[in-house]
């Protein structure tokens, strides 16, 4: 039977179903009856062994020479390049490719270091399938904590980080390290009084210390939430209902200063706290409305009286003047006629005399 292998093609020979030779392109012819066999198999990417232990090809010179055969540990991957360029991720452990029409290149990568910027060139990074590594994101105003199998490494800045994902677990806690604000809302607390109120309470913090506070305090947020709650019940309780209301802006400085002596407990700084609303029972809040509409009656009840006291006053100086002087007193007549002139044109009653000719004589002009 006459076989013909083309130029980027190989054979491999085989007698009874053992390997006999390695064939290059050409033409040639064997007998099947006689036991013979050609497997023919592209020369370009993996090779195709047909089945032929590897060992056995790799003895055979012609085919040795045309290969590239790499062990791969379990503590590597492989990258393969093909003419300089990346081409994949080998993880098997062997790799066995036709150097022959391709410029085949396989690299060792040691994973047993988390670091892969340590490894790996980072160009090379953002290539590699994303189930061999980890990508840890650090935002601005963030800080992340390493650690490798549960053990604290150490801090990350702002970045982007690439860790193997291979023999050690990565993970990160990350921090938000701006300042946030901490909603204290629906606390019913009983004045001195005893009439009870309703208080939202707005604190804000920033975390200070990420290192002590994943070891001391489980949940900072929530800690530092009761540790504001119990100081402003405690401060808050010893004011009357009306003192709480005058003193709003004291005690809201009051119970800062209260948790910024408590702040390095919970890793944090304390920027500001105070109180936003205060809520008053249904029934408290229509008496003091009652209260406030009786005080606005008085308060301009007040302002009238005195308005009228004033325009009194001014009236009866007024008079005085005009009953002193003579010459003032026509001038206001004058000037009182000139406004009616201003408005009235001429309008005749009985007399038969124009009201603006009685009212001259009325003044005397």
């Not at 003419?83 to 993880?91: D, H, R, S, Y």
């Not at 000037?335 to 003044?363: F, R």
């Amino acid at each position: 039977m006459k076989y013909i292998i083309k130029e980027q093609e190989c054979g491999y020979l085989l007698k009874n179903g053992r390997f006999q030779s390695f064939l290059a392109a050409g033409s040639c012819h064997y007998i099947k009856a006689m036991g013979y066999e050609l497997k023919i198999v592209p020369m370009t990417g993996a090779v195709n062994t047909c089945g032929i232990p590897v060992e056995v090809l790799m003895k055979n010179k012609e085919f040795s020479e045309r290969v590239i055969r790499v062990n791969i540990p379990d503590e590597c991957l492989a990258i393969r390049f093909v003419n300089k360029a990346f081409k994949e991720v080998l993880t098997g452990p062997e790799a066995l490719y036709w150097n022959v029409f391709e410029d085949v290149e396989i690299r060792l990568v040691d994973i047993t270091n988390p670091y892969m910027d340590q490894t790996l060139p980072r160009y090379y990074i953002d290539l590699i399938p994303v189930k061999f590594y980890k990508k840890i994101t650090i935002k601005d105003g963030e800080i992340g904590l390493l650690y490798f199998d549960g053990k604290f490494e150490k801090r990350l800045e702002q970045g982007n980080w690439y860790f193997w994902n291979y023999g050690k677990e990565v993970t990160c806690k990350i921090f938000n390290m701006k300042a946030q604000q901490l909603d204290i809302s629906g606390q019913d607390i009983l004045t001195a009084d005893k009439v009870s109120v309703r208080l939202n309470v707005v604190c804000s913090f920033r975390i200070t210390d990420p290192e002590k506070l994943v070891r001391t305090i489980e949940g900072a947020s929530a800690q530092l939430y009761t540790a504001a709650q119990l100081c402003i019940r405690k401060y808050v309780g010893r004011f009357r209902l009306d003192e709480l209301l005058v003193q709003k802006d004291e005690i809201g400085r009051s119970v800062c200063e209260q948790l910024k002596a408590e702040q390095d407990d919970y890793c944090v700084e304390i920027l500001n706290a105070g109180i936003k609303d205060i809520i008053l029972p249904g029934e408290i809040r229509d008496i003091m409305n009652t209260v406030l509409v009786a005080e606005k009656k008085a308060q301009a009840n007040v302002i009238m009286r005195r308005e009228e006291v004033a325009s009194t006053r001014s009236l009866l100086n007024t008079a005085k003047l005009m009953d002193e002087n003579k010459t003032l007193l026509k001038l206001k007549e004058m000037e009182y006629l000139e406004k009616i002139c201003d408005k009235v044109g001429n309008i005749s009653v009985s007399g038969g005399k124009g009201i603006l000719e009685q009212l001259s004589e009325l003044t005397g002009l």
